[in-house]
């Protein structure tokens, strides 16, 4: 098969490994991130530019009056413009892709003098995309970044949520906005999915407007948006693993940590309250005067009762929280740390165990669909300090087996176990400016090559990096418009501070009257 593009450039020898060089006058279209091919046995080998330097410079002494354009120059000497406008771009191999062998590297790069195509839209959707938009199973986030005609970059839905996810991002790049088109992707009919958002900013509340949007609701579907506030979020004590109960409750003696285990392993398994657990202590105590006993029980008294999601009998049911073509999102930004770190650990836990005993059709609490959870300010919650780090370290690892996804999402990635980080195999990465930050995906996600991972800190706001499984090569994005209004936009405090001034109740400035110069100026109240 013969290209019938026209050629933008001449390969330039020798190779570099898998990378090469070639030479174009083309001035505009050949951007970093973009892609080119050249033929090779009837297939297009697709190349990534990842480096684009002028050629050729106009002399110095062309440039040293800025009024003066330099072709005016060139002109009155009879010199042509063109000489001066030849490009050397770097590009790399990424290969042909193949239906089952996925991209294949011819492993020799293209002899000095072959021509090289820009890589035309279709090209790219068929080589570099698994789906389709608006495909059974698709996601689409948003468009070629480099490209005019639209480009849409699109992920298997499949993939991204059985092999779990990372958004990574500096503050302000756009990482809530985003992950607000990822659900309106996956409430889309033709993938119906379930979908958990845990929510420390209560940013998510706008997804509401999804329910009453045609394409969510039509031909018998419609698409559901619940909104969970502090008052509705409530754990039952009995469900607390003893290693939970033990992180609500500081500085245990060694005793007291033994008499709470004795007592625990005796409850474990019944619908026990906070009173229950009191007597049941009281119940092991020597006698009336016994002090480890009476500090236990104050402390239970103090903490557990104080803790406001831990309540003795309402409980959040998973069926209540998860159900396909529904997305539920936890509102928890008046809740302490501890109380979203408790939250999390235990649901994770309880929807873990309950795909499990679905797929092995053991008793207890069942889902019997997968589920995707997305955990904002994942740093929060993936440190090797947190509370919910080995749950989500379990879920990460053996999660997939049994349909549980995750989707983190952090400003902070140097902040998340690597281990963890890791096993997100589909990854959008956006603005990163901390090298420490870079430096921990550079270690943890194998997909992102060192080139693209010096463009983080040059992406504006709304472009990102996609790399994994879920797309066959890097892509360089910008985020479609969502369909939903945006909950996380940054105050315009001038402007608020102006329509302060500007209500007729406002009270709270005073007239005073300076008597040297009969300006008045405004005060704040005391």
């Not at 780090?389 to 140097?414: A, H, M, N």
């Amino acid at each position: 098969m013969v290209s019938k593009s026209k050629p933008v450039g001449l390969v330039k020898g020798p190779s570099e490994g898998f990378n090469f060089k070639f030479i174009t006058p083309d001035k505009t279209s050949l951007k970093i991130g973009d892609f080119v091919y050249y033929m090779y046995n009837g297939r297009k080998v697709i190349c990534r530019i990842v480096k684009r330097d002028p050629l050729r410079l106009f002399p110095n002494v062309y440039l040293s009056n800025p009024s003066i354009n330099p072709e005016r120059i060139l002109k009155a000497i009879g010199m042509s413009a063109t000489e001066f406008e030849l490009f050397e771009i770097k590009a790399s191999i990424i290969g042909y892709y193949d239906d089952i062998l996925g991209f294949v590297n011819p492993r020799i790069t293209p002899e000095p003098g072959k021509e090289i195509y820009l890589a035309e839209k279709e090209v790219i959707e068929e080589s570099l995309l698994k789906k389709k938009v608006s495909e059974g199973g698709s996601i689409h986030l948003g468009y070629l970044l480099n490209r005019e005609d639209d480009v849409a970059v699109v992920l298997d839905t499949s993939l991204v949520v059985s092999e779990h996810m990372c958004i990574l991002a500096s503050t302000g790049s756009g990482k809530s906005y985003l992950a607000g088109v990822l659900v309106e992707e996956l409430l889309k009919p033709y993938n119906s999915a379930a979908v958990l958002i845990l929510d420390p900013h209560s940013e998510y509340h706008t997804l509401k407007e999804i329910e009453g949007l045609e394409e969510y609701n039509s031909n018998g579907y419609r698409a559901m948006v619940k909104i969970f506030g502090k008052d509705e979020i409530k754990i039952r004590l009995c469900e607390l693993e003893y290693d939970e109960l033990i992180n609500v409750l500081p500085s245990l003696s060694d005793k007291m940590e033994a008499i709470l285990n004795v007592v625990y392993r005796e409850l474990e398994g019944e619908k026990f309250t906070v009173d229950d657990l009191v007597d049941a202590i009281k119940a092991r105590a020597e006698d009336e005067r016994d002090i480890t006993a009476k500090a236990l029980t104050w402390r239970i008294r103090r903490y557990i009762e104080n803790v406001d999601i831990i309540d003795d009998y309402i409980h959040l049911e998973l069926k209540d929280i998860l159900k396909p073509g529904m997305a539920a999102v936890l509102q928890m930004s008046e809740m302490s740390d501890l109380e979203q770190q408790l939250l999390t650990s235990v649901l994770l836990k309880r929807i873990l165990n309950a795909r499990i005993n679905a797929e092995k059709g053991m008793d207890g609490e069942k889902l019997e669909y997968p589920v995707f959870v997305i955990v904002e300010e994942a740093h929060r919650f993936a440190s090797r300090e947190s509370r919910s780090f080995d749950v989500l370290k379990t879920i990460l690892s053996e999660g997939r087996k049994f349909g549980v996804g995750i989707c983190l999402i952090s400003q902070r990635p140097s902040k998340i176990d690597s281990d963890i980080l890791s096993q997100c195999m589909t990854q959008v990465i956006m603005r990163i400016v901390n090298p420490a930050d870079q430096e921990n995906i550079r270690a943890s996600v194998e997909s992102v090559g060192r080139e693209l991972i010096e463009e983080l800190p040059g992406l504006t706001k709304g472009q990102a990096l996609v790399a994994g499984v879920a797309i066959n090569s890097p892509i360089l994005m910008r985020v479609r418009r969502r369909l939903t209004s945006h909950g996380g936009v940054s105050k315009n405090a001038p402007k608020e501070w102006r329509q302060h001034f500007e209500r007729p109740d406002a009270e709270n400035t005073k007239d005073i009257e300076i008597p040297s110069s009969g300006q008045k100026r405004l005060f704040w109240d005391e």
